[in-house]
């Protein structure tokens, strides 16, 4: 009996399939918010992509969020918490056959006395023990795939946001160019995760707003007691073009002067909140550069004619 070992340290919070080169979890986060006594079922898809079956167990865990751009830990079982006992597999042990896909409901119950909140559970789906055959091809995964779940209890919600800074990702106060990168950093200070969107507002020095840059349009969640950096680009980012790729990229987008940017965050409950503004200069020099070079020929150039015309 084969053994592949894959591993798996975090699980991105995105929504998009959690893939290991063994098996597909489809999909990657389901985001639930019940009331107290309520049960819902959900499905999950499991695909297996090796050249053997797999024999596997699923089990229900938690998570918590691990740094600031949406890593999770998987946490270890434990069995005094009740909120595990909420999420029920009716199938939780299978074999996947080789390039099959399976459907396995999932089976969300929210005790009547469940506290108000977020919980933040997992599915996941790890190696179990195959029955011993002789002519036994089934095999087993060493790593751990999931589906991560959102479950929010209704009822007096907490939600609270707040910006613990906006800043600009190149520390400097002059750019030759709009390709600029904003960053901001979130953290959820409230009881249930949120998802902020919003705008980044760019005025010039006449107070004139040149750009609305969206915020999360991915719509990902920020967790209780948690940070989240999202970043938000002014046009793509030009640095590994060459000198004239530079200077078109000013002439078709020509901007100079001072400029202002300010975040304004949208959630929960037609909430709201904003960033002081911040500050920073735009001088295309290499545009200027090429002017001034010009400039200089065509005043050099009209200079030698009329030399040799006297």
């Known amino acids: 009996?084969?053994?592949?070992?894959?591993?798996?340290?975090?699980?991105?919070?995105?929504?998009?399939?959690?893939?290991?080169?063994?098996?597909?979890?489809?999909?990657?986060?389901?985001?639930?918010?019940?009331?107290?006594?309520?049960?819902?079922?959900?499905?999950?898809?499991?695909?297996?992509?090796?050249?053997?079956?797999?024999?596997?167990?699923?089990?229900?865990?938690?998570?918590?969020?691990?740094?600031?751009?949406?890593?999770?830990?998987?946490?270890?079982?434990?069995?005094?918490?009740?909120?595990?006992?909420?999420?029920?597999?009716p199938i939780n042990s299978l074999v996947l056959k080789v390039g099959e896909g399976i459907t396995v409901p999932v089976i969300v119950t929210v005790p009547v006395t469940a506290d108000v909140g977020g919980y933040y559970l997992a599915v996941m789906w790890q190696s179990s023990t195959a029955p011993k055959t002789e002519k036994s091809h089934q095999t087993l995964i060493a790593s751990r795939v999931g589906v991560l779940m959102l479950l929010g209890v209704n009822g007096e919600i907490n939600n609270n946001l707040e910006i613990n800074n906006f800043e600009l990702r190149e520390s400097k106060d002059i750019y030759t160019n709009t390709s600029i990168d904003f960053l901001l950093r979130l953290r959820n200070i409230g009881n249930i995760h949120l998802k902020p969107q919003g705008s980044v507002i760019i005025k010039n020095f006449l107070g004139k707003t040149v750009e609305v840059l969206p915020i999360n349009q991915e719509q990902r969640a920020i967790l209780p007691n948690s940070n989240r950096i999202f970043n938000t680009a002014w046009h793509a980012d030009s640095d590994q073009f060459n000198f004239i790729s530079k200077i078109v990229s000013q002439l078709?987008?020509?901007?100079?002067?001072?400029?202002?940017?300010?975040?304004?965050?949208?959630?929960?409950?037609?909430?709201?909140?904003?960033?002081?503004?911040?500050?920073?200069?735009?001088?295309?020099?290499?545009?200027?550069?090429?002017?001034?070079?010009?400039?200089?020929?065509?005043?050099?150039?009209?200079?030698?004619?009329?030399?040799?015309?006297?």
């Open 1 to 89: 009996m084969k053994i592949y070992y894959f591993f798996s340290l975090f699980i991105l919070l995105i929504l998009n399939p959690f893939r290991v080169d063994a098996i597909t979890v489809s999909p990657a986060i389901i985001d639930l918010q019940l009331d107290p006594g309520d049960s819902i079922t959900r499905e999950i898809t499991l695909y297996n992509e090796t050249t053997d079956d797999l024999f596997i167990d699923g089990v229900i865990e938690k998570f918590v969020p691990n740094g600031e751009n949406g890593q999770a830990d998987i946490l270890p079982f434990d069995i005094t918490d009740s909120s595990v006992n909420w999420i029920k597999l």
């Open 252 to 310: 078709t987008d020509f901007s100079v002067g001072r400029f202002s940017a300010k975040a304004i965050v949208d959630y929960g409950n037609d909430q709201s909140i904003e960033s002081k503004p911040i500050y920073f200069w735009v001088i295309p020099w290499p545009l200027i550069l090429l002017v001034i070079v010009s400039l200089v020929f065509i005043v050099g150039f009209v200079v030698k004619i009329k030399n040799k015309n006297k």
